[in-house]
């Protein structure tokens, strides 16, 4: 099957003396081209009573990497599991205009951080407004940066409860079928987001350069955050999940989803990449595309995010200041308003990741798959440097 590994080891080095590839994203590429090779070295796994051997090769745990994510996304999730509030959820995302894509491309740790707090700044403003809710609800937000087909397109997806904690401590249920007003939160959000460019222009923790490679002049500048100022801004919103389940499987497409994932590439040759894509535009119908190996690198390398940087948060009765104290008395609210019996404190042990990976092979991997017997394990030595 073909693979994201397969189209950097095809064409990665003469990408990356034709391009300039930043040290992040070099570490990524490097990461993605050793994941379960013999750079990385291994173990043979050999059955003594029937004669079975198998190598297995060690991961690159990098985040950016499609072979890495799965057990990482499973103890995320059992995690949220002990976390999540037994209330509907509101799943909303928040978009900014492509005309701001060259500047948050140029300025990322600074706007990526920003359209988290423009966004969890909106959001905490009007459902503490009595008209539209007045109570403090508790929510998570996750950076995209990608669209379907692997063009930047900056975003961020929020997941809310359907109410929240009133000043009395009462638990006080959203109105209607929606989570807030979008046309409201749309032009909240456009505010916050372009008065916090604005700042942090005048403060010269922004740059913005044009095709030219030359910093483009104030007046640019602003004409440029004025334009976005007179756009209608979009911000999507669903109808609620039934109960924290729900919301558990959703996530999991979100959480740790990658730019592309290995089953939607079709085929890679030395020069080419056909993939699949979802056209939303179109129905939501999944369409063929093919790239050159270096436009598909250079878009993947768009979306590797800057050392450190964190894309998952909590805000609100999620965040995690005291939160397992927090939580029960959340709890204990949530109770007394659907008048249900007490929630019991949830112990329940979280899955290792040895458990994570038998869970998902159907199988213990400590075992030979032929006889059943144990199996003996070999080191494998790394491969040289090059």
């Known amino acids: 099957m073909a693979e994201v590994q397969d189209v950097f080891l095809a064409s990665f080095e003469e990408y990356g003396m034709n391009h300039f590839v930043p040290l992040q994203a070099r570490k990524a590429a490097k990461a993605i081209m050793e994941c379960r090779t013999q750079a990385l070295g291994g173990h043979t796994d050999v059955c003594t009573k029937c004669g079975y051997t198998h190598q297995s090769y060690n991961s690159c745990r990098n985040r950016n990497c499609p072979k890495c994510q799965t057990v990482k996304k499973e103890q995320w999730i059992g995690k949220r599991k002990q976390d999540m509030l037994d209330?509907?959820?509101?799943?909303?995302?928040?978009?900014?205009?492509?005309?701001?894509?060259?500047?948050?491309?140029?300025?990322?740790?600074?706007?990526?951080?920003?359209?988290?707090?423009?966004?969890a700044g909106t959001v905490k403003e009007l459902t503490a407004d009595p008209k539209y809710l007045g109570a403090s609800v508790g929510f998570m937000s996750i950076l995209h940066s990608w669209g379907s087909n692997m063009s930047f397109h900056p975003h961020i997806h929020m997941v809310a409860t359907a109410g929240g904690i009133a000043p009395d401590g009462r638990w006080k249920p959203t109105r209607g079928k929606y989570f807030l007003p979008v046309k409201v939160l749309s032009s909240l959000f456009r505010g916050k987001f372009l008065s916090g460019c604005r700042a942090l222009y005048d403060r010269g923790e922004l740059s913005l350069r044009g095709d030219n490679g030359n910093a483009v002049s104030r007046n640019a500048f602003s004409?440029?955050?004025?334009?976005?100022?007179?756009?209608?801004?979009?911000?999507?919103?669903?109808?609620?999940?039934?109960?924290?389940?729900?919301?558990?499987?959703?996530?999991?497409?979100?959480?740790?989803?990658?730019?592309?994932?290995?089953?939607?590439?079709?085929s890679v040759d030395g020069e080419k990449t056909a993939f699949l894509w979802k056209d939303y535009k179109d129905e939501s119908k999944l369409k063929e595309t093919t790239l050159s190996n270096e436009e598909f690198i250079r878009r993947f390398l768009l979306h590797v995010l800057p050392t450190g940087f964190t894309r998952i948060r909590h805000y609100g009765l999620y965040s995690s200041r005291s939160k397992s104290t927090r939580l029960e008395l959340y709890r204990s609210a949530l109770d007394a308003r659907f008048r249900r019996k007490p929630h019991k404190k949830r112990d329940r042990q979280l899955e290792t990741p040895f458990e994570i990976v038998v869970r998902i092979l159907g199988r213990d991997p400590?075992?030979?798959?032929?006889?059943?017997?144990?199996?003996?394990?070999?080191?494998?030595?790394?491969?040289?440097?090059?």
């Open 223 to 266: 004409s440029l955050i004025d334009a976005c100022y007179q756009k209608d801004w979009v911000v999507y919103s669903k109808v609620p999940f039934n109960g924290a389940e729900g919301v558990f499987e959703y996530l999991g497409r979100y959480t740790h989803r990658l730019v592309i994932s290995n089953n939607r590439i079709l």
């Open 87 to 119: 209330v509907k959820h509101f799943h909303t995302v928040f978009t900014i205009p492509s005309e701001l894509n060259a500047l948050v491309l140029q300025n990322q740790c600074k706007l990526y951080g920003l359209l988290f707090t423009a966004s």
């Open 366 to 386: 400590r075992f030979c798959p032929r006889c059943g017997s144990l199996l003996n394990q070999e080191p494998l030595a790394r491969a040289s440097p090059a």
